[in-house]
C-alpha cells in the first residue's frame, strides 16, 4: 500500500512556485533538513554553503510562521514532517555551435514544498530534556567564563596593589636619601662654619704672637 499522497500529507505547509532552480539541486538541500526539528533544520541551513539553502530556509519559515499563526502551534515544537521539490516549467534556449548547429540550453525551474507538524509526545520529551542539558551547559559555561574573569580581574588588581606598593616604596627611600643627602650638607655646612671659625682665631693667635715677637725684638735693639 503505498503512502499518502503529496496533496494529502498531514500538517502546515508553504510552497514556493517556479524558482529558476533544478529540482536535482533543491532536493539536496532539502535531504539534509527532512525529519529534522526546526531549531536544528535552520541550524543545518545556515551553515549549508548552497545556494538552495537560503530559498529552502525562507520557505521553512513561511511554514512555521503559517503553523504559529493560522493553526495556534508553538514553533518550538514543530518539526519538517515532509519536504520535497517537484520539477516546474523548463525554457528551452539554444545556443549556436560548429558546423551550423544549435546547442539545446535548458532553464529549469522547481516548486520547493516545506510541510511541517508537531513532534510527539515522546520525541518533544526528549527535544525538551536535550535542551534542558543544553541550557544548564551553557549555564555551566557562563559561570565559569564569569568565574575565570573575577580570576583574572582578581589577579590584575594584586598586581596593580603590589605594583602601587612597590612604587610607594620607591618613592619613600627617595625621600629618605633625599633627606639624609639636606641633613649631611647641614652637617658638612657647620663643619665648614667651626673650621672657619678656627682659621679666624687661628689667624688672630698668629698675629699676635708675631706682635709680640716683633715688640720684644724691638725692646732688644733698644738695649
Known sequence: MTGPKTNERPGTRATLRGYHMSASKARVVLNLIRGEDVTTAREILAATTREAADVVGKVL?????????????SADELYVSACFADEGVTLKRFT???????????????HITVIVSRLDEDRLGVLRAARSAQAAASRTRRVASSRRRADQQASVNARETRAAEAEAEALEAVALEAENTEL?????????????????????????TDETVSDDATEETDK
Do not use: H, Y
Not at 519559515?61 to 502551534?73: G, H, I, R
Not at 558546423?99 to 535548458?106: L, S, V
Open 61 to 73: 519559515a513561511s511554514a512555521v510562521a503559517n503553523a504559529v499563526n493560522n493553526d495556534d502551534m
Open 96 to 110: 549556436p555551435r560548429a558546423r551550423g548547429r544549435a546547442g539545446k540550453i535548458r532553464k529549469r525551474s522547481c
Open 184 to 208: 649631611e650638607n647641614t652637617q658638612v655646612d657647620a663643619l665648614v662654619d667651626e673650621t672657619g671659625v678656627e682659621a679666624q682665631e687661628t689667624d688672630v693667635v698668629e698675629a699676635a
